[in-house]
């Protein structure tokens, strides 16, 4: 039996009767990594701006072997409605991290299959170096396992994960998802979020794009709002392939998007793109290590944050260029917009060079509201509120448009007015 750190009041405890029951060679090996290591706090580097205390203090056990059929279907009608494409869709619903048959249209062009039938790990992600993949390792139950075959134009997808908890955050799930696009495959894959009520929410994604494949990643985190959301993406990227992935975080008490992409042959490419819309108390992440293992790869990154009342954003961005890989291509920027005298932004931009031809370049900028634009629009007429929206819109409208797929830029969109921050049109 494994016995967990003896440390009971760091976040780790919250999980120690779930993890004292782990069996198999893999999950064991992720609770031994957890027991050296614990939970991150802030005075880990890559965690320093973000802490785990909105975990609370009260175990988190698993979640019910049933769930509110009638709330998870307006869950998903809610979504469904905010963009009226996505109806047509096929979908892979999970409810609490389980897969949820009753709700879901099954794809014709991509194979399927599910990690509570046949787990499968992957060897990707790095349990005894990342914390959170440790702990999904040691707890995760079921997943879709996404494969397209070589040469296939898949269409879209929408993975949908549905959070149903109640006032207080007692359990949490923890699904482990792949996706494989063999070689010339493409896919859109829409990972929607979200839920009602306080839960823990901390998914794994496991992706390998083969050569000449293209896959469009869109993530939104439209959580419950007492909910943590701390997610993680692998992604290796082969020869003249293609990662091109976006992350919205509008709602959650703590959402952290952490992507991890390995360039790892000659002309591969790799965006990794966000908006952040926060208010409140919120605190929204955006973290990324994208690693250049070959030379002529490509690597682009605009991350866009707009924060009201106390809420906090950080946006850590790290590219590494490794020794092999000359005459790369990287950019990387991060702009936020402060709506508030109490909103926050950390940002760390972050450049490792070991090759001598390259063209990198990245950056950060702060700033609040142009008051001269703003007088502008109000001397035309145009009410304070609305010149603030339309002010807002633009500032986020040009990272908005790097999202290819049609539905899923509207979708953006749509979740965005909801909050408050760009409208639908274009």
Sequence with gaps: MNTISPDRSGPLALFSQRLEGVAGVERQQAVAALQRVGLPSRRVEAWKYTALRALGQTSLAAPAATY?????RAVLDDVLAAQDTLAGLPRLVFVNGRYAPELSVLPEAVKVTFFADAPRFG?????DRDPLVALN???AEDGAQIQVEAGVDAGALLLLSIGLGGQDSTFSFHPRHAVVLEAG???????VQAGQGAYFHNPVTDISVGNGAALEHVTLQLEGDAAVSLGTVYANVAGEGVYDSFALGVDGLLLRHEVHARLGASRAAVHVNGVQRLGATQVGDMTSVITHAAPDCISRQTVRNVLDGHARGVFQGKVLVE????KTDGYQMNQALLLSPDA????KPELEIYADDVRCSHGATVGALDDEQLFYLRSRGVPEAQAQQMLIEAFLDETLALIAHEGAQALCRAMLARKGGAGASA
């Design 323 to 326: 020794q092999i890989a000359q």
């Design 185 to 191: 495959a493409r896919l859109a894959l829409l990972c």
């Design 137 to 139: 390792t040691a707890l």
């Design 123 to 127: 060897t990707a992600a790095a349990p």
């Design 344 to 347: 926050e932004i950390d940002a």
């Design 68 to 72: 509110d059929v009638m709330a998870a």
